[in-house]
């Protein structure tokens, strides 16, 4: 059994576990300034599509958490990139924030309004102007031929206190509703995620630990690349990973738990 000290690289998720809306998760800043002195490396990989990585920077800020822009990797960019390398430059029909079309157009792509209808696709991300005649227009662009692409499939991530806060595959499931059509995602659990982080960064999966509070995506994404994990389970035993292919290398309620474990390593 490794100890959590074990690792050169640390990965974290962000929404649920460095934090929860706008609060910082107890023990965040204090876990990642204490990795960073003892010379680990610190990543961030979230399946969030609504800010930037200087945005999330800023945020982290605020926390007494400070990294780097280039350490963040979000969906937005994994899905502009990965499109980009599987089809060249398309024409994109982009259901979402605004740094998501800004990704799509940095990867060489041409965003087109959502309902011009000779786009090559649908990519949808977290989009909080989300409305009925949004819906309309995405349903219009899948009957119309469009691949129906999405950052991710989470439903939804905690927000202050546990709120549920709808994400990306809630939306996309509206669209799957109305036309049958599955999106295709390359976010968290999903390979590419993880395996173009370990690629870019010439990263040995052994020598990583990815830090989440989701099973579905964290442990068993990560797992499947061939990472450690470190699960963040706040709902104690009421929530067990035994239907799980991957178990979680190691458990806790929550970062500060980690902290005060990474601590007593130290001494
Ligand atoms: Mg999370």
Redesign the pocket.
């Known amino acids: 059994m490794n100890g959590l000290l074990d690792y050169s690289t640390y990965i974290f998720?962000?929404?649920?576990?460095v934090y929860f809306g706008p609060e910082p998760a107890q023990g965040a800043s204090g876990l990642i300034s204490l990795l960073s002195g003892l010379g680990k490396r610190v990543l961030f990989l979230?399946?969030n599509s609504t800010h930037s990585p200087h945005e999330v920077v800023q945020k982290l800020q605020s926390m007494d958490i400070h990294v780097l822009a280039s350490d963040i990797h979000l969906a937005s960019t994994l899905l502009a990139r990965y499109l980009h390398e599987t089809h060249g430059s398309l024409r994109l029909a982009v259901a979402g924030e605004k740094f998501l079309h800004k990704e799509m157009a940095r990867f060489d792509h041409t965003v087109v309004p959502l309902d011009d209808t000779s786009a090559d696709c649908l990519v949808m991300g977290r989009y909080l102007s989300f409305t009925f005649d949004c819906l309309v227009e995405c349903v219009r662009q899948l009957e119309s031929g469009g691949h129906f692409y999405v950052t991710n499939l989470?439903t939804h991530?905690?927000g202050p206190e546990g709120a549920r806060q709808p994400e990306t595959g809630a939306l996309a499931a509206a669209v799957s509703a109305v036309t049958g059509k599955t999106p295709f995602s390359v976010g968290k659990p999903f390979p590419y995620a993880f395996t173009s982080l370990l690629n870019d960064l010439a990263l040995d999966s052994r020598d990583c630990l990815m830090i989440?509070?989701?099973l579905n995506?964290?442990v068993q994404g990560a797992g499947n690349a061939g990472l450690d994990t470190c699960w963040l389970n706040p709902g104690g035993a009421s929530e067990t990973p035994s239907d799980q292919p991957n178990s979680p290398t190691f458990t806790f309620p929550g970062l500060a738990e980690v902290l005060a474990t990474v601590q007593q390593e130290v001494r």
């Open positions: 998720d962000l929404d649920g576990c979230s399946n989470d991530h905690p989440g509070d989701s995506t964290d």
